[in-house]
T-cell receptor, first 113, second 115 residues
Framework: GENVEQHPSTLSVQEGDSAVIKCTYS??????FPWYKQELGKRPQLIID?????GEKKDQRIAVTLNKTAKHFSLHITETQPEDSAVYFC????????????FGKGTHLIIQP | DAGVIQSPRHEVTEMGQEVTLRCKPI?????LFWYRQTMMRGLELLIY????????DSGMPEDRFSAKMPNASFSTLKIQPSEPRDSAVYFC?????????????FGDGTRLSIL
């Protein structure tokens, strides 16, 4: 089955700086890669996703890049703000018959004022 | 629009008791997923349904866990008998059917504590 590795586990950046979170996946058939943001005690919320026929997608301060050859994808947050502090999860869906997502272990992003 | 609705939000019970978690998916969504979140293992898929039919239950930890979806607007996850290691946050998510590459939307979860 699919295996997703996520790094770093904790990331601390100064407010206004950029943050980058990286994930690798194992199944070359994977074709859908969402990113979720989870605040303490809350549900995971989808913030951006990318499909395997696209190399990059941007939504305001958030962007995701995908390198299918290397089997890795990254989340980029620019001009970080205090409300960006949360745990971020990457996930991958394999192109096989199963519909569930395999999640990375999460990155705790801390925005320092 | 109402999102995915889960109940109860919190459940505390003694080991050996039966626990039933409930989920109402977003109206119009025809895929429903149950996930479990713990510090040690992260977010894990337990089971999912397409059009009320269980498709993949390979993530269900053992026979003590069972899930049903009697209609398009309701699903249950049952643990009987419960054990302390079942303590976790259980999330339900729903999406449109799309081979798994449709956005999944999560409910607020049920925080389960087994004493």
């Amino acid at each position: 089955g699919e295996n997703v590795e996520q790094h770093p586990s904790t990331l601390s950046v100064q407010e206004g700086d950029s943050a980058v979170i990286k994930c690798t996946y194992s199944d070359s058939a994977s074709n859908y890669f969402p990113w979720y943001k989870q605040e303490l005690g809350k549900r995971p919320q989808l913030i951006i996703d990318i499909r395997s026929n696209v190399g990059e997608k941007k939504d305001q301060r958030i962007a995701v890049t995908l390198n299918k050859t290397a089997k890795h994808f990254s989340l980029h947050i620019t001009e970080t703000q205090p409300e960006d502090s949360a745990v971020y999860f990457c996930a991958a869906h394999s192109g096989g018959g199963a519909d569930g997502l395999t999640f990375g272990k999460g990155t705790h992003l801390i925005i320092q004022p | 629009d109402a999102g995915v609705i889960q109940s109860p939000r919190h459940e505390v019970t003694e080991m050996g008791q039966e626990v039933t978690l409930r989920c109402k998916p977003i109206s119009g969504h025809n895929s429903l997923f149950w996930y479990r979140q713990t510090m040690m293992r992260g977010l894990e898929l337990l089971i999912y349904f397409n059009n009320n039919v269980p498709i993949d239950d390979s993530g269900m930890p053992e026979d003590r866990f069972s899930a049903k979806m009697p209609n398009a607007s309701f699903s249950t996850l049952k643990i009987q008998p419960s054990e302390p290691r079942d303590s976790a946050v259980y999330f339900c998510a729903s999406s449109l059917i799309g081979g798994g590459n449709q956005p999944q939307h999560f409910g607020d979860g049920t925080r389960l504590s087994i004493l």
